[in-house]
T-cell receptor, first 112, second 111 residues
């Protein structure tokens, strides 16, 4: 089984809809991250969490919110989706010593 | 803010050739640097991690070097194979626990 899973893998939604992307990990890491990837722009950090009670904004948090339901679960929400949020979204985990990051397979989101 | 640049954006080489991918960063006060591989439609897989105190790391046919003072890292791939075709991403971590990614180099190895 994969260490980091993301659901759904693909999602099409309409402008103004609220959607949630979910991430689960079995690595036992405290640190979890949400990134988006756009062609030509690389990965940009949206939010990160160092434990269940610690949530931090990344570079591009506007229009997004997160919830850390448990050590293993970190969800990303788009409260009112807009077309420029169309992107590939990745969840990742890492250990406390900032060693290797482990990525999920990604969620491809299309906002019409 | 840390800026990470990767050159070239795309590279095509014949099978068997040795090649070098480049990564540069603007702030030399890094904690570590990591090279990833991304296959189309898939997540990122970590290849090599170099701590700020290290100069290089090796794994099989891959060798990554780090020169903090000049803000550069290189990923050397020996005897390239078609299976090496992918996008290679460089990421830098600062002491603030955020990772900054380059835009990647898309590598095609021609059989």
């Amino acid at each position: 089984d994969a260490d980091v899973t993301q659901t759904p893998r693909n999602r099409i939604t309409k402008t103004g809809k609220r959607i949630m992307l979910e991430c689960s990990q079995t690595k036992g890491h405290d640190r979890m991250y949400w990134y988006r990837q756009d062609p030509g722009l690389g990965l940009q950090l949206i939010y990160y969490s160092f434990d269940v009670k610690d949530i931090n904004k990344g570079e591009i948090s506007d229009g997004y919110s997160v919830s850390r339901q448990a050590q293993a679960k970190f969800s990303l929400s788009l409260e009112s989706a807009i077309p420029n949020q169309t992107a590939l979204y990745f969840c990742a985990t890492s250990d406390p010593n900032q060693e290797t990051q482990y990525f999920g397979p990604g969620t491809r989101l299309l906002v019409l | 803010k840390q800026e990470v640049t990767q050159i070239p954006a795309a590279l095509s080489v014949p099978e068997g050739e040795n090649l070098v991918l480049n990564c540069s960063f603007t702030d030399s006060a890094i904690y570590n640097l990591q090279w990833f591989r991304q296959d189309p439609g898939k997540g990122l897989t970590s290849l090599l991690l170099i701590q700020s105190s290290q100069r290089e790391q090796t794994s099989g046919r891959l060798n990554a070097s780090l020169d903090k003072s000049s803000g550069r890292s290189t990923l050397y791939i020996a005897a390239s194979q078609p299976g090496d075709s992918a996008t290679y991403l460089c990421a830098v971590s600062n002491t603030g626990n955020q990772f900054y990614f380059g835009t990647g180099t898309s590598l095609t190895v021609i059989p």
